[in-house]
């Protein structure tokens, strides 16, 4: 069923509140990016915590990221320009979700790939997660680091910054980044027991 321009503003909210309370985001961090039907995006606001984000507040923009239509005060946050180039690398991205997440964050701060097929509900999910470069946030650098690995991936991790999802919609890059954590949380903790045992290629096949 396709949801009205409203019941858009409210499930991107509802994502939002989401990653705050699963502990993905404090203060201001994170973003979240919906295409809209006419090539134009919805996007949070910049210096806004995740939690008090209401749907009034969401930015309008265009493929530039020009404002279209926002409330007073309210623009689309210095990392619109990451969530533009992951539409213009993917016709099927339809949302873009940028957070911290405790676990997968430690991973892109230790420049570690999430790269083990060891836990089939994320081989499934996922895929592998690489690593991209580091750039410095909110300039083109970030852009171009991600470009490369965009074409291949649904998830990537951000080299000493956090994490990034995309999907058809909003609801299919949050469950992405959900896996994503508790991926690396089960990573980590079998890494604490000794290192996870793959699945084999024959399986995985």
């Not at 930015?59 to 990451?82: F, Q, T, W, Y």
């Not at 701060?109 to 996922?126: F, G, H, R």
Request: aromatic share 6%.
């Amino acid at each position: 069923m396709e949801l009205s321009y409203m019941e858009l503003r409210e499930q991107i909210c509802d994502v939002c509140h989401k990653m705050w309370q699963k502990g993905w985001v404090a203060a201001n961090d994170g973003n979240v990016s919906v295409k809209l039907e006419d090539g134009t995006f919805l996007a949070t606001p910049t210096g806004m915590s995740k939690s008090f984000i209401t749907p009034e507040k969401l930015v309008h923009i265009d493929k530039e990221g020009n404002i279209l239509e926002a409330e007073d005060g309210c623009r689309p946050s210095s990392e619109i320009k990451m969530h533009l180039r992951c539409y213009q690398e993917r016709k099927d991205v339809g949302a873009v979700l940028h957070a911290h997440p405790p676990v997968a964050t430690g991973f892109a701060v230790a420049n570690k790939a999430l790269d083990e097929y060891s836990m089939i509900e994320t081989v499934i999910a996922l895929g592998s997660v690489p690593v991209t470069p580091y750039g410095t946030p909110s300039t083109y650098e970030v852009p171009e680091a991600i470009a490369p690995y965009l074409g291949e991936h649904d998830a990537v991790l951000l080299q000493n910054h956090g994490a990034l999802t995309v999907g058809a919609d909003v609801i299919t890059a949050y469950y992405r980044m959900e896996t994503l954590e508790l991926f690396a949380q089960i990573s980590l903790n079998a890494h604490l027991l000794g290192g996870a045992k793959e699945i084999s290629r024959e399986n995985i096949d």
